[in-house]
Nanobody, 123 residues
Framework: QVQLVESGGGLVQPGGSLRLSCVAS????????MAWFRQPPGKEREFVAWITHRSDSKYYHDSVKGRFTTSRDNDINTLYLQMSNLTPDDTAIYYC????????????????WGRGTQVTVSS
């Protein structure tokens, strides 16, 4: 059974930082491209970032470029999202997802999803 479990969310002040983790089990992690999506309150889920299975390519939504960095450690089946200079607009539930598809921007191409971790940016 495939499981993706996110952690690291919480309440942070504007300008602060958080690091999210996503631990995968039940799949060959190094075979899968991974991504982060988020769903702000009252809004649709949106793409944040993706990273290819061997970390040779990464891509970010314009709204997080220069502030967020995704990485992965295939030895411990873990995906990361380092978030800095957070703003209230970053408040959302953050999800990690896995795919073997090459179409990484489309959430419908992701086979496996975590349950999400809440990030709240507020003073």
């Amino acid at each position: 059974q495939v499981q993706l479990v996110e952690s690291g969310g919480g309440l942070v002040q504007p300008g602060g930082s958080l690091r999210l983790s996503c631990v995968a089990s039940g799949l060959t992690f190094s075979d899968y491209h991974m991504a982060w999506f988020r769903q702000p309150p009252g809004k649709e889920r949106e793409f944040v970032a993706w990273i290819t299975h061997r970390s040779d390519s990464k891509y970010y939504h314009d709204s997080v470029k220069g502030r967020f960095t995704t990485s992965r450690d295939n030895d411990i089946n873990t995906l990361y999202l380092q978030m800095s200079n957070l703003t209230p607009d970053d408040t959302a539930i953050y999800y990690c997802a896995a795919t073997r598809s090459s179409f990484l921007l489309d959430s419908s191409n992701y086979n496996y999803w975590g349950r999400g971790t809440q990030v709240t940016v507020s003073s």
